[in-house]
């Protein structure tokens, strides 16, 4: 079920530093953070990427005991500003007449104009069209086969399905953006934000923040795109899937074996289907193919405590959503205390955004507020309220967030308690015994994952922290502890069928009870 296409973009475009293997494309632009600064209700905006916010912003990394590295703020300013907007991409068939033309007539414009704004509600505007516009500059390319195949419908419709290159109500293509280029050359690209935290619903309406449910297609288009994520210079597969997931301070690194891998001999792995949904789940950067990344919901992001699964980062307010962004956009230099895992000609930063641009990502980010769901509260769900009561469930997922923002430490891991970065965390006293893969065996490890909120249950189409549970129903079924269990999500490579341990809660529930829950959750 799982393309290449799927695999070459869990490696690379999937919110993984696409800076990595590229070329400059950016010329300098004046930078908000070296001229006077714009203001949100009278106030400056703040400089996002400095030493002092960095200093306590990450988690120690589990066996490591110390946190990831980042850009210095000097040398994170030094690099060129990226700020450029983009356009949607339409079905061929639906493509406004003149559109191209029009868009090139533009010009080169700027992805917001801070100048121009004063309030909150505008920062918050400007943010959304940055989320909405922010693409991956990498991939920039005008190649007439690439061009070409946004222009023929039919040959377009027949390269895609329901869950590549999807198109909504109004015609638009998710994952692309047209850009008008410096040099006023018009340009396909791959959407950056968006292109993961967007979910097409039912109707061909986006829910914007919400994980995604789709990817791009296999197409020449795709291929002409990705290019730009190349190697410089090129590596064998297996060295490249090495910089990308390796853990050599654990002895038992699965990741190591492949670093000398023949290409003919990694291409056996390669190609093994991994059982995911098709764009749900994807082989972060710093993560791994073994234990792979759900999507991110970021309806609600403003009110969680930590960031990512595993919360490898603090969130003390829009800045540092901002911040993370930019983190996982542009600026991860690959440094684990003594370990580098990328040459220096590739760990210059490339570009970056504007802090105006990142401030306003981060505002925007912020004020998504859960959307209310479809299901009602009827009587069997508040018969489920009750259960859900009854069986302690608030403990760690309390109203109104469903969430305690505390962090679960999993089984075999010990902080160190004398760590002051130890010591801020706000850590649970329950165990849930889950797989403590992600937590311990990858770079995004930190020894903990984050208590999820229940918030947004009804869109979100995986469940657990790899995607495993595809649904309500099948989290509360007994038979997912058991090996030989068929997890209906993500599996991982070759993996027919595997135990889905941990939160046993709820497991022993009457039929009746469990789906009164059920019903309940979905309302939330």
Not at 201 to 225: C, E, I, K, Q, W
Not at 284 to 310: C, E, K
Not at 336 to 348: D, S, V, Y
């Amino acid at each position: 079920m799982v393309e290449v296409v799927k695999r070459q973009l869990g490696w690379s475009k999937r919110l993984v530093a696409a800076w990595i293997f590229g070329t400059a494309i950016a010329t300098a632009q004046t930078d908000t953070s070296q001229a006077a600064r714009p203001t949100v209700d009278g106030l400056p905006i703040p400089k996002i990427w400095t030493d002092a916010a960095l200093a306590d912003w990450a988690t120690p990394v589990a066996g490591l005991q110390v946190p990831p590295g980042h850009f210095s703020e000097a040398d994170y300013y030094a690099a060129p500003v990226d700020d450029l907007r983009t356009y949607p991409v339409y079905h061929p068939a639906r493509e406004p007449k003149g559109y191209r033309e029009w868009m090139q007539a533009q010009g080169p414009q700027p992805l917001i104009e801070p100048e121009k704004l004063a309030t909150k509600a505008d920062w918050i505007a400007a943010g959304e069209r940055v989320f909405e516009q922010l693409d991956t500059a990498i991939t920039r390319t005008d190649d007439a086969a690439a061009l070409a195949h946004f222009s023929n419908a039919k040959a377009f419709d027949a390269a895609r399905d329901e869950h590549h290159d999807v198109v909504t109500k109004d015609g638009v293509v998710l994952e692309y953006r047209w850009v008008v280029e410096r040099d006023g050359r018009l340009k396909l690209s791959l959407s950056s934000c968006a292109s993961c935290h967007t979910h097409r619903m039912a109707d061909g309406s986006v829910l914007r923040g919400a994980p995604s449910n789709f990817d791009v297609a296999p197409t020449v288009a795709t291929r002409t795109l990705l290019a730009g994520f190349d190697p410089q210079p090129p590596l064998k597969k297996g060295a490249t899937f090495w910089q990308f997931f390796g853990v050599p301070w654990r002895a038992d690194d699965l990741h190591a074996k492949w670093k000398n891998a023949p290409d003919e001999i990694f291409a056996a792995f390669d190609a093994l289907d991994d059982g995911g949904p098709v764009g749900s789940t994807f082989n972060r950067f710093n993560g791994s193919p073994y234990f792979t990344t759900r999507m991110a919901d970021l309806i609600g992001v403003g009110q969680r405590r930590y960031l990512d699964a595993t919360g490898t980062h603090v969130n003390r307010g829009p800045e540092d959503i901002a911040r993370y962004a930019i983190l996982v956009e542009f600026a991860d230099n690959a440094v684990f205390g003594p370990h580098r895992f990328i040459t220096e000609r590739n760990t210059q930063l490339k570009n970056r955004p504007s802090d105006a641009a990142a401030y306003a990502l981060g505002l925007y980010l912020t004020s998504l507020e859960h959307v209310a769901s479809p299901h009602p509260l009827d009587a069997n769900a508040r018969d489920g309220q009750s259960v859900f009561e009854q069986e302690g469930c608030a403990q760690c997922h309390p109203a109104p967030l469903y969430t305690s923002n505390e962090l679960f430490r999993v089984a075999d891991f010990e902080p160190n308690p004398r760590d002051p970065a130890t010591d801020r965390l706000h850590i649970s006293d329950y165990k849930i015994d889950t797989d403590p893969g992600l937590a311990l065996q990858t770079r995004k490890g930190t020894g903990y994952y984050r208590v999820p909120t229940l918030r947004g249950l009804w869109y979100r189409e995986l469940l657990e922290h790899l995607g495993s549970i595809a649904t309500l129903e099948e989290w509360f079924d007994r038979a997912r502890l058991e090996p030989d269990y068929v997890p209906k999500g993500w599996r991982g490579p070759g993996v027919k069928q595997r135990a889905v341990p941990g939160h046993e809660y709820g497991l022993d529930l009457s039929d009746e009870e469990r789906a009164a829950l059920i019903a309940f959750l979905r309302t939330l």
